[in-house]
């Protein structure tokens, strides 16, 4: 079969031309469609469950909210995890389904099973949160104003900018966080409610009453349909304090004779800072799910440039956080790599080659191989980003073409016979026609255990891998039909012999060191085997971590307080962490703002005792005080770590996001203790950390505060308030409206506004007055609340968090200065040894320890599997389980020098790193089938087993060292690189690079010691 493809890729030159043109046409259009982000989005299938109760407890939003909608929600097909949290005013329930879940059809499930969802009455319906990821978030702005109110800006923000960039293609969401978000309060005078013997009940009726528009159908009159619409709406302060509650003697008691109305804000559940000017209004804009972020971000920073020209004077909108910014330096530093890896493969080529037409002829493979590449990519849905496009190795695209292409120049120099040129090709072409194939095809296979990863791991690594295969089939093809075409067309037809000076040297070098090796072959296996055990203890030694971090250029500081911290504290911290930022790393920092509590939509639920601090970063060669992002991080640490009551965490944008997204933890280790009872929690999880901060390596220490949040408990005196004649829900009245009630709405033409009502601010700042407030009895009496109640100050739960409905706490930390498999093996056991927990009480583990543990143990099982399809793959090439097994020695030879780079490197063993030996084997057992499928075809003729192992070794030392230093070479600048995303493909290209190195020394010395020693003296010929 691949004779007849050669052959009549030979005879329909000019069609096969053809074929590759269009190929090359439709690949250029595919790149211009591909989506571009920095990173693979690694967010697993799920749907946010959002509900506001401005003026519940966590407590009693667990109850009323939360368990409700647990119960909902399970069972639902292809469901994966539920957890939840409840905080004061909010409940979010997470719920994730299975990676091959459509998006819409998961939240078309979970919204049919919240439509039967019951809830107390007064609490809204629940609300998804929008289609997006843990990479939705794109772009962060602030909007400041001279004279400005937070206030009016908000207002601005909500009904002028949200809209406008709400309708850019690819938007989810648009947030808002911060700011004072705009009602109309009726703050009502008990002392004046009481003189005319009124109750809040009164006023609350008055108030929907007297506030609503109604239709009235249609009536004719004169042929002519006259709508009929009756309007009792009220749109002001002034005409909300004219509704008449009741009269008296024919003189109306109205609400402001009860009341003040005024303008003000709902219930604060967060705050933003910026730049150390104090509050101001964040805007976050979510891209929807499979979006092109690059696309979305300058669309919305071209909508966001028109929309600023028709703002009010003195409103300043400034971008803070883009994510093209860090899309464009992660692709530079992808083509930086690419670029540089291909001047490096081009220039092994031409030097050895010695032939420039050759050369380019093989380069030629380089651009078609990607073209197929694209076009697959973009069929798969596959975003070009650092995993996809930034692993891929040119030196393996044309490992096949180089051996094509000089055994085709090798022939020609040496023609002897009276072949013609094209038969010469053909034949040149048909005799490596099978060792290339395989080798490809081995190549392809090592990658197919990468594409049974799952989770994060799979959404990380699996378009690398499929990117990569989807070059080689390209590069597979290409060698087999338009290599012999274009070498039919561009090679010259008289190659003149010339020496070689490089090859000549390394050939002179070469060939006593052979003969030594067949000389002395029971030394120089013994010596690899000695090799090999030590690189296999020294595999031992080597720590192990789930991927490099990545830098973002950007920082996130993840600041917690003590519980019951007012918010008005928070701000003040904020703003002087920005201060002290700015001031401390002016060269390094660009801007800084601060995140304090919850959002509008609460896509990322924090107390009010949380601030997540955001950090951009100017170009790293402005920066004085630090040289990388590591460092950087370690002086801001020190520089903070003196902030009275405050502990920090640090992480990243996206890293924080989807750590977040993915389980709830921020960190890289999270023990999450299960159990009923708080308080227990508490302490269990005081004494977990305590044993983690005993164990080096561990910082970012942090619990989880679940408990601490003052509360001021007003429990109705069911006697009493019966003795009295007092219901309990007009008790209950005067604690809800101590927040406020909403009663309706107020329209102001487009903008609508809740109307609120609310007691005076003296009950909300002094507890003592709250027990003093008179409730008017049934016989006329007033009573004191304190006499209808029991009031007590108490300490509640201020976080609740849930993990399919049962109670959870976590303790983080992240790992410095160690891998962290290392620091997890040793915490669990110093967790086993030293901890005990009560029956019904039990530890899992989780953060970015989990994903690699997961990996690990499906590589464990899946790689074996596909070494045994290429050790059949090698088995049909050879027809000999022994020159299999022989062949197959490269794989442990090539191993040996990935782990012995990491270890000369200092890094951890990581999945990136496991990619590359996944890599490097495929090319390693390439150039054992090279050498074996030459020694055999030697031996066929009858050469002695000794001259034939010697003569092939000679003969295929040229493109064995060439696609050897082009696999090798074209990882180089990836594994020296330090632009931004580069962390990642260091291990990887370390491994390769160092495996390959290994791998030619012991495929060149002790292979041929190995055939000479265990392979076959004779064999048959064969016409295969």
């Excluded at 108490?794 to 049962?806: D, L």
Aim: charged residues 20%; contains cysteine.
């Amino acid at each position: 079969m691949l004779e007849r493809i050669i052959n009549w890729s030979l005879k329909y030159r000019f069609l096969v031309l053809g074929i590759f043109a269009i190929a090359v046409g439709s690949g250029f259009m595919a790149l211009g469609r591909l989506p571009i982000d920095a990173f693979p989005d690694t967010t697993p299938v799920q749907v946010q469950i959002n509900t506001t109760a401005p003026s519940l407890s966590p407590l009693e939003v667990e109850q009323q909210i939360t368990f409700p909608v647990e119960q909902v929600i399970s069972g639902l097909p292809g469901l994966e995890e539920v957890r939840s949290i409840s905080k004061f005013g909010l409940s979010q329930v997470t719920v994730v389904f299975e990676d091959d879940t459509d998006i819409y059809f998961a939240r078309q499930l979970v919204m049919e099973r919240l439509q039967t969802v019951e809830l107390a009455v007064g609490i809204p319906q629940p609300e998804m949160g929008p289609v997006a990821t843990g990479l939705g978030e794109v772009y962060h702005y602030i909007i400041t104003g001279k004279g400005k109110t937070l206030e009016e800006l908000t207002t601005l923000h909500d009904w002028v900018i949200k809209p406008r960039l709400g309708s850019v293609p690819g938007v989810a969401e648009v947030n808002t966080w911060g700011g004072h978000r705009r009602q109309f309060h009726v703050v009502v005078d008990l002392n004046l409610l009481m003189k005319y013997e009124f109750t809040l009940n009164d006023v609350f009726e008055a108030l929907e009453r007297n506030n609503m528009n109604v239709g009235g159908g249609n009536i004719t009159s004169a042929g002519e349909m006259h709508l009929v619409h009756g309007i009792g709406q009220v749109g002001s302060t002034d005409e909300i304090g004219g509704i008449v509650i009741a009269a008296y003697g024919g003189v109306p008691i109205r609400i402001r004779d009860v009341a003040e109305v005024k303008i003000g804000h709902e219930i604060r559940r967060g705050a933003s800072t910026a730049n150390g000017i104090g509050e101001v209004v964040l805007g976050l804009c979510f891209m929807l799910m499979g979006e092109n972020s690059h696309a979305v971000t300058d669309s919305l920073k071209k909508q966001m440039a028109e929309i600023v020209t028709g703002l009010p004077t003195g409103i300043e909108v400034k971008p803070v956080y883009d994510r093209t910014a860090l899309v464009d330096q992660v692709i530079g530093t992808v083509k930086e790599n690419l670029f540089e890896g291909a001047l490096l493969v081009v220039a092994v080529l031409f030097i050895f080659l010695g032939n420039l037409r050759a050369g380019l002829i093989v380069a030629s493979a380089i651009p078609l191989s990607m073209v197929f590449a694209f076009n697959g990519m973009l069929q798969a849905g596959i975003a070009g980003s650092l995993m996809s496009l930034g692993a891929i190795d040119f030196g393996l695209i044309v490992d096949s073409s180089v051996i094509m292409v000089e055994n085709s120049v090798r022939q020609l120099a040496q023609k002897r016979d009276r072949r013609s040129f094209f038969e010469i090709i053909r034949d040149a072409s048909l005799e490596v026609r099978k060792p290339t194939m395989f080798g490809e095809l081995i190549i392809m296979i090592v990658y197919l255990p990468i594409l049974t990863l799952q989770g994060i791991e799979g959404k990380l690594f699996r378009p690398m891998a499929l990117t990569v295969i989807f070059a080689l089939m390209g590069s597979l093809i290409i060698s087999l039909t338009l290599m012999p075409v274009l070498a039919s067309f561009l090679l010259p037809r008289h190659v003149k012999h010339r020496a070689n000076p490089v090859v000549g040297f390394v050939t002179a070098c070469y060939r006593p060191l052979l003969q030594r090796a067949l000389r002395f072959r029971s030394y120089f296996i013994s010596g690899a085997l000695v090799l090999l055990a030590g690189g296999l203890l020294l595999s031992t030694r080597i720590g192990s971590e789930f991927i490099p971090r990545l830098s973002e250029m950007g920082i996130v500081i993840n600041t917690v307080r003590l519980a019951g911290v007012s918010l008005e504290e928070s701000v003040r911290y904020g703003t002087q962490f920005e201060k002290i930022i700015l001031e401390t790393f002016p060269d390094e920092v660009q801007d800084v703002w601060v995140r304090t509590g919850t959002a509008e939509v609460a896509t990322d639920p924090m107390g009010i005792e949380l601030s997540d601090v955001f950090i951009t970063l100017t170009p790293r060669e402005q920066w004085t005080k630090a040289h990388t992002q590591e460092e950087l991080t370690d002086h801001l640490r020190r520089e903070l770590e003196g902030m009275p009551g405050t502990r920090m965490i640090f992480t990243q944008p996206i890293e924080m996001r989807v750590n977040e997204m993915i389980a709830g933890i921020r960190s890289d280790l999270g023990i999450k203790i299960f159990g009923d009872d708080l308080q227990i929690l508490k302490d269990f999880a005081a004494q977990a950390q305590e044993i983690l901060e005993s164990i080096p390596g561990s910082t970012d220490m942090y619990a989880e505060q679940i408990t601490g949040q003052p509360v001021l408990e007003i429990q109705v005196d069911q006697e009493a308030a019966s003795r009295y004649g007092v219901p309990a829900r007009q008790v209950l009245d005067i604690v809800e409206t101590i927040g406020a009630k909403k009663i309706g709405e107020i329209r102001e033409e487009q903008r609508r506004f809740d109307l609120m009502v609310r007691l005076d601010e003296r009950y909300r700042t002094d507890p003592d007055a709250v027990g003093r407030i008179l409730i008017p009895a049934a016989g006329g009496q007033r009573i004191p609340l304190s006499r209808l109640a029991t009031i007590r100050q108490i300490e509640g739960p201020s976080t609740i968090t849930r993990e399919w409905q049962k109670r959870r706490i976590v303790v983080q930390c992240n790992v410095t200065g160690r891998d962290i498999g290392s620091f997890v093996h040793e915490v669990r056991n110093r967790l086993k040894n030293d901890l005990t927990l009560p029956p019904g009480y039990h530890i899992t583990y989780g953060g970015q320890f989990e994903h690699l543990e997961r990996a690990r143990t499906r590589l464990m099982i899946v790689v074996p599997m596909a070494l045994t399809l290429i050790l059949l793959l090698l088995y049909a090439s050879t027809r000999s389980l022994r020159d299999t097994l022989l062949i197959f020695t490269g794989a442990p030879f090539a191993m040996l020098g990935g782990v012995l780079a990491l270890w000369l490197r200092d890094m951890p063993f990581t999945i990136s790193a496991g990619i590359g030996f996944v890599a490097v084997s495929g090319v390693a057992m390439l150039n054992g089938l090279v050498m074996v499928s030459t020694i055999r075809r030697l031996l066929e003729q009858d050469m002695p087993l000794l001259e034939a192992i010697e003569q092939s070794a000679i003969m295929r030392l040229r493109p064995i060292i060439m696609t050897a230093l082009v696999a090798g070479l074209g990882f180089v600048p990836m594994a020296l690189n330090t632009g931004v995303g580069a962390e990642i493909q260091r291990p990887l290209a370390t491994v390769v690079v160092g495996g390959v190195i290994s791998d030619n020394i012991l495929t060149l010395l002790v292979l041929p010691a190995l055939y000479a020693a265990f392979g076959r003296f004779r064999l048959k010929k064969s016409n295969n």
